[in-house]
């Protein structure tokens, strides 16, 4: 079965770095796109990060110049986060765009991970 693992978060000061990671377990035939959400208590789940099989990225504005994705190879994603703010606190999830052997096209998520930045 195919599904994302997920690692890094925890605990951070403000202004300090944060990086996580997803990795697609499983056979696929291949990934469409990648991607980071997050959700604070009380608030919607928003866009973080996205990165194309391209290669293109975007970002939400309120992490621009802050946040990192890349990808070191087909399967796995990062999300370096620097300079953070208090308000970066909420559950991450990864999110992946995968085509399977099938050739179906499945909308993945992660299982969270949870970040906390104090001030």
């Known amino acids: 079965q195919v599904q994302l693992v997920e690692s890094g978060g925890g605990l951070a000061q403000a202004g300090g770095s944060l990086r996580l990671s997803c990795g697609v377990s499983?056979?696929?035939?291949?990934?469409?796109?990648m991607g980071w959400h997050r959700q604070a208590p009380g608030k919607r789940r928003e866009l973080v990060a996205a990165?194309?099989?391209?290669?293109?990225t975007n970002y939400a504005d309120s992490v621009k110049g802050r946040f990192t994705i890349s990808r070191d190879n087909a399967k796995t994603v990062y999300l370096q986060m620097n300079s953070l703010k208090p308000e970066d606190t909420a559950v991450y999830y990864c999110?992946?765009?995968?085509?399977?052997?099938?050739?179906?096209?499945?909308?993945?998520w992660g299982q969270g991970t949870q970040v906390t930045v104090s001030s």
């Open positions: 999110n992946a765009l995968i085509r399977d052997r099938r050739g179906y096209d499945n909308d993945l």
């Open positions: 499983g056979s696929i035939s291949s990934i469409k796109s």
């Open positions: 990165i194309t099989g391209g290669s293109s």
